[in-house]
């Protein structure tokens, strides 16, 4: 079973920026995708983006669009997610979750999934 751990979560100011990172341990993360979720307390799971494989292609959900951005290095086995312009109602715990194939449209898809990191934000 692929091993996640998040990672680069804190406190941080409205408007300011975090970075976080996923690393994958005991097996590859080159063949899944893989997925940025959040949840605050109270609330429903989101999913905030998603990236192939290879890295060619992304997606995001529409309150993040423009601020976060999602990458990989695969030869690190990492996946990163850099948010900026960051908002008090984005304070919840971030997940990284794979799923070995093309980001896939359900959430529940996802096979593997670390134990999140705690993003807070202030006002």
């Known amino acids: 079973q692929l091993q996640l751990v998040e990672s680069g979560g804190g406190f941080v100011q409205a408007g300011g920026s975090l970075r976080l990172s996923c690393v994958a341990s005991?097996?590859?993360?080159?063949?899944?995708?893989v997925g940025w979720f959040r949840q605050a307390p109270g609330k429903v799971r989101e999913r905030v983006s998603c990236?192939?494989?290879?890295?060619?292609?992304?997606n995001y959900a529409h309150s993040v669009k423009g601020r976060f951005t999602i990458s990989r290095d695969n030869a690190k086995n990492s996946v990163y997610l850099q948010m900026n312009d960051l908002k008090p109602e984005e304070t919840a715990v971030y997940y990284c979750?794979?799923?070995?194939?093309?980001?896939?449209?359900?959430?529940?898809?996802?096979?593997?999934w670390g134990r999140g990191t705690q993003v807070t934000v202030s006002s």
């Open positions: 979750a794979a799923f070995r194939g093309t980001c896939p449209r359900e959430d529940l898809s996802f096979t593997d």
């Open positions: 005991q097996y590859s993360l080159n063949p899944y995708s």
């Open positions: 990236i192939s494989a290879s890295g060619a292609s992304s």
